[in-house]
């Protein structure tokens, strides 16, 4: 249908926010069904519901063990990906306080492992931030310097960053971290799903509702023989390393997004990564005054990030909302905490006007045509508004 | 410690930061410059439109200075420089809060 015929009632929402969270997957919903109606049952006990239950918890985690590269007595399930963090960095840390206190992260690192940081240093811990170059890539030679100082305990890494899409080098990080006998935490919260997880992790969290599973789903994976130890009082559940009943349905439904997911990747990735290509050389072209960011070649597939000069970030957002665009800016969150993006202020890019797109599994092409062809006079009107022509 | 990368364009990394941590400039003594722009409780990107709409009235190879308090300053005039190849000279905190950021006339 022509979008000039429809009334703006029924006109079509595009969602370009992946990256805050992908739409429920087909398979997830399916699973989550069938699910909720055999695996209801408390998997602890030892009826034939219960066993049940046990059974596709089992079965799940087995799945995500497999993709993600993880044995399935090393997987346990937690309440979100940023439990999993908190619960990555503290047990860990705490698991090698005798070896000392020393953490070592990424200036750009997601804000579960810059709080957990921050906690170990209201503890008495040291926390050592390794920066990152304008493109948002953490230096691998001043990481792994960092992390082999005597007393680290702990470094952590993502895959790749949840505001501009570069991957970092957790490869040479890993061999670092082996090398210096430190346990490396890889955050894969962005690239689970999409890109096979780098190996030599020793801790290894992710989030299902990234990957198109159920939102209330974490991904806590820990090497065999990592030294770790819960922050939290004993609980029997998840190897004894999650408290709390497991939201069976939710996990199974993880498992079963992230295997389509995973399949689907191999022609998905390529699509998605080619209309990141046309946005990041389009929107220079017809929009003056922007700055695309982000490494352009190593990176997230779907994810690309650009800050338009003097445009308040906010007003693109609710513009680009009202012309049928669900979009994200790291600059948005200026206005709850008054501080620009950490992960732009660290790369030394414009924090103003940010506008950050991140395109879900099956997004159509003309979803893409469409916001090329509204953005730039969106841009143009508020720049106007301020006087800018 | 590592410290961020300067925004600056092409010039030297004059006021390291911890990536955690409040902005902070090195409190130094301030030069004089050309023209002084007061975007002291202005949010971004007002202190940068000012900029932008004022730098050509000092002569090449001028300096403004932006008095700015926006923490999205710090690092937007630096970056603004780069990709309008213009210099940062330097940044200087100013002691009722904020910073003197200084930025030469390069065309």
Redesign the interface.
């Known amino acids: 249908m022509p979008l000039r015929a429809a009334p703006v009632s029924v006109l079509t929402v595009a969602y370009l926010d992946a990256a805050s969270t992908e739409p429920l997957h087909p398979a997830a919903r399916d699973a989550f069904m069938a699910a909720l109606e055999a695996g209801w049952a408390d998997p602890a006990r030892l009826y034939g519901t219960a066993r049940r239950a046990q059974m596709l918890l089992d079965q799940a985690r087995a799945d995500v063990a497999e993709i993600l590269g993880a044995r399935p007595d090393e997987v346990s399930f937690t309440s979100s990906g940023t439990q999993a963090i908190h619960l990555g960095v503290l047990g860990t840390l705490q698991g090698r306080r005798r070896i000392g206190r020393r953490m070592v992260t990424g200036?750009?690192e997601h804000s579960s492992v810059?709080n957990a940081?921050?906690a170990h240093e209201r503890e008495g811990g040291e926390?050592?931030?390794?920066?990152?170059?304008?493109t948002g890539r953490v230096?691998a030679g001043?990481f792994a310097a960092?992390l082999s100082r005597p007393g680290t305990a702990l470094a952590c890494l993502q895959t790749a960053n949840h505001e501009v899409g570069t991957l970092q080098p957790v490869p040479e990080a890993a061999e670092a971290a082996q090398a210096a006998g430190v346990p490396l935490l890889v955050d894969a919260a962005q690239s689970a799903g999409r890109l096979p997880v780098p190996g030599g992790w020793s801790v290894l969290t992710a989030s299902a509702h990234k990957w198109g599973g159920p939102a209330g789903v974490g991904v806590l994976a820990i090497r065999k023989g990592t030294r770790w130890r819960s922050p939290y009082p004993e609980d029997e559940r998840e190897h004894r390393r999650v408290p709390g009943f497991e939201n069976v349905p939710a996990i199974v439904a993880a498992a079963a997004a992230l295997r389509a997911r995973a399949a689907e990747e191999a022609e998905e990735g390529p699509r998605l990564s080619a209309l990141v290509e046309r946005i990041r050389r389009e929107v220079p072209r017809l929009v003056p005054?922007v700055?695309v960011i982000g490494d352009p070649v190593r990176r997230l597939a779907h994810l690309v990030t650009f800050s338009c000069?003097?445009?308040?970030g906010e007003a693109l957002l609710t513009e680009l909302d009202k012309s049928g665009f669900s979009i994200s800016s790291g600059?948005s969150c200026?206005a709850s905490t008054?501080?620009?993006s950490?992960v732009?202020?660290?790369?030394?890019?414009?924090?103003?006007?940010n506008v950050r797109v991140s395109l879900p599994r099956g997004v159509s092409e003309s979803d893409v045509d469409r916001f090329l062809a509204v953005l730039p006079d969106v841009v143009r009107r508020i720049r106007s508004s301020?006087?800018?022509h | 410690?590592?410290?961020?990368?300067?925004?600056?364009g092409g010039t030297q990394e004059t006021s390291p930061r911890?990536?955690?941590e409040a902005p902070q400039a090195p409190v130094r003594a301030e030069p004089a410059a050309d023209l002084t722009i007061d975007a002291l409780g202005r949010?971004?990107?007002?202190p940068?439109?000012m900029l932008?709409e004022q730098i050509n009235s000092v002569s090449l190879g001028g300096v403004v200075a932006v008095l700015a308090d926006d923490?999205?300053a710090f690092?937007?005039i630096?970056?603004?420089c780069?990709?309008k190849s213009h210099a940062h000279v330097d940044t200087y905190e100013l002691p009722q809060g904020g910073w003197s950021i200084h930025v030469r006339r390069n065309y």
């Open positions: 200036a750009v810059l940081a921050a926390v050592e931030t390794a920066g990152v170059d304008i230096d001043a960092a005054d700055e000069l003097y445009v308040e600059s200026t008054l501080r620009p950490h732009l202020e660290a790369m030394g890019v414009l924090t103003h006007g301020l006087g800018v | 410690m590592w410290r961020r990368r300067s925004g600056g911890e990536a955690h949010k971004c990107p007002i940068i439109i932008a923490p999205a690092t937007d630096p970056a603004w780069r990709l």
